[in-house]
């Protein structure tokens, strides 16, 4: 064999070796730990404020995102014990279905003691990607920012190694799935914990929610704050999350 040959096989080879490890995965589970500092979430809570030494700092929420190429189902996942009493953040409970195919998203609310239905589209967040890098779970993501609510700011970590455009709650839009995303307004961060690839022909049990009073976003944050109009300016914190 010719030396140029030996080169071209080796080149060859190593280009398969290089493919190999950048396997990209198209389904699978991705485990989040959900974190909301509630001494900054609350502190212009004055009630919050005379009982600050009896709550804890953080409350955490695990969650599950199933994923496969033309759907996405986020849930809570494993449960954990918070002593947080009645100030644990709002939507905590959420289940989200998403469609990526037809951008149809279905989601399952409880908040304040009232089970919503929710239909909406995929959120639609203007991402501006930056030359920075994090590694999360094992996986190099790299940074984008964006915005939610005009002028809430969004940062997000995704892997391009996991190919569906997919993320916690209703986030996506990026070239790869999001790994870590954190909203500083909110005072919450969602990062991966694990990501755990399907098993080849695998059906993972997603589900499209189906209980609760039907309605849209709009409808429902317009009931939302007409209930909480004595809250003053907390309501928009609490309207954040309801919306996720």
Known sequence: MSGNKIVVLLGLILLTISGSAQTVIESGTIEYERETNLHKLNQDNEWFTRMKDQ??????AYYDLLFMSEQAYFKPGKEVENKVGWFAPPAIANKVHT???????TASKSIFEQNYLVSDSMRNVKWKITNEFRNIAGYECRKAVGKIYDSVIVVAFYADQISPSVGPENFNGLPGAILGLAIPRMHTTWFATKVTKAAYNETLPIEIP????STTGPKMAEEIKGSL???????NKMLWFILL
Request: hydrophobic share 30%.
């Open 55 to 60: 709550v804890a700092k953080y409350h955490i």
């Open 229 to 235: 109009k004595d809250w003053g300016s907390y309501v």
């Open 210 to 213: 189906s209980k609760g009073n």
């Open 99 to 105: 469609d990526l195919k037809t951008g149809k998203v």
